[in-house]
């Protein structure tokens, strides 16, 4: 699935010509495919307001009989049409989704890393970074921040696989490959895993030690390696953004469980399914929000922008798809109202 998630990305990319806006098509295409689950939830939610009075008269009437109760309140449920879980459908069927994104976001971040260093190393004399940038992301392949440089880490690129130097090395022309050997102080060579692993370490050893490369990737002076917290972190003089898609990523998040008013309108159950269900959808209002922030803080802004981008349409379209809800109910309000005056 990974693969085919990569496979739409890069045709969308051969069109737009840049990954960010491409992973913003890609997002909002998603979303529209998943749009008819998110209604049926929706609605089924709004049922579940409805019929909080028929729930509390039930609680009162078996309070002492739990099994009666749970008995009463599943064939409510069956008669309505209704799933307690409902509300926790949004959320839950975006993991599958999220961690195949962030697979083929990684591979594609992984091979433009390489190719950044690669490009680096091809420049004999004035070394130049084609980043891809995207808005104030100066490279979509870097984690949007200020505590990030725009230029591939160390840190990153020794987490890089080994297939992907060589599959990446192999796109070079002769020219440029003269150039990267001469470079590079040591023969590379991906023959062997002993050899491929020794070529990434002397690729990486004087990538650090290129002066074009120390000075994009040099911190504030006074700003390095200072601790908060459990955290070490940086200020660099070519960050790579301004930290805008992690808090945006926080904020979207908080908002759209916002607008699940329904959910957060049902009563106190002594149903165990029921409180199973509430204690689910509370965990994941606060547990959402914080792991957005921690994801797009530490992945690379690609995948930040997939996350935003989805966080920000599916509140769009909560808030439209209440909005039409709304005025069902009050038109079929009306209507009863209507036939009873009749009556």
């Not at 909080?52 to 064939?75: G, H, I, R, T, V």
């Not at 459908?89 to 999220?98: H, K, N, R, T």
């Not at 091979?111 to 104030?136: C, G, H, K």
């Not at 991906?190 to 370490?201: G, H, K």
Request: proline content about 4%; overall charge positive; glycine content about 4%.
């Amino acid at each position: 699935m990974t693969n085919l998630l990569r496979s739409v990305l890069d045709g969308i990319n051969s069109i737009v010509m840049n990954h960010g806006w491409s992973i913003v098509i890609f997002t909002v295409l998603i979303r529209l495919v998943l749009m008819p689950l998110d209604i049926k939830s929706r609605k089924s939610m709004r049922k579940m307001s409805l019929i909080n009075p028929e729930m509390q008269k039930l609680q009162k009437k078996y309070a002492n009989d739990k099994q009666k109760l749970n008995m009463k309140m599943a064939e409510l449920y069956k008669r309505e049409k209704i799933s307690p879980m409902s509300g926790c459908i949004p959320m839950l069927i975006q993991w599958p989704i999220l961690i195949w994104m962030f697979g083929a976001m990684r591979a594609i971040a992984n091979e433009n890393m390489v190719a950044q260093v690669f490009r680096f190393l091809a420049e004999d004399a004035a070394p130049i970074l084609a980043n891809e940038s995207w808005l104030w992301v100066k490279n979509v392949w870097t984690p949007d921040s200020i505590f990030m440089s725009c230029v591939p880490d160390l840190r990153s690129l020794n987490m890089v696989g080994t297939e992907v130097w060589q599959s990446v090395y192999n796109t070079f022309s002769a020219e440029q490959l003269s150039v990267i050997a001469g470079n590079v102080q040591g023969v590379i060579d991906f023959s062997t895993s002993e050899a491929t692993s020794a070529s990434i370490s002397a690729i990486i050893a004087s990538l650090q030690n290129m002066p074009a490369y120390q000075q994009m990737a040099s911190g504030i002076p006074g700003w390095s390696n200072i601790r908060v917290l459990m955290f070490n972190i940086s200020l660099y003089q070519n960050y790579n953004g301004w930290t805008l898609l992690p808090i945006m990523a926080g904020l979207s998040q908080v908002i759209q469980s916002k607008l699940m008013p329904q959910q957060n309108q049902q009563p106190a159950q002594n149903n165990n399914n029921n409180q199973n269900s509430q204690s689910t959808a509370k965990f994941m209002q606060v547990f959402f929000p914080i792991l957005s922030v921690y994801f797009c803080l530490t992945s690379n802004a690609g995948f930040a922008i997939y996350w935003v981008t989805s966080n920000i349409v599916m509140g769009v379209s909560s808030a439209m798809i209440n909005k039409i809800l709304e005025k069902q109910d009050k038109k079929s309000a009306a209507s009863v109202t209507g036939e009873g005056s009749v009556k």
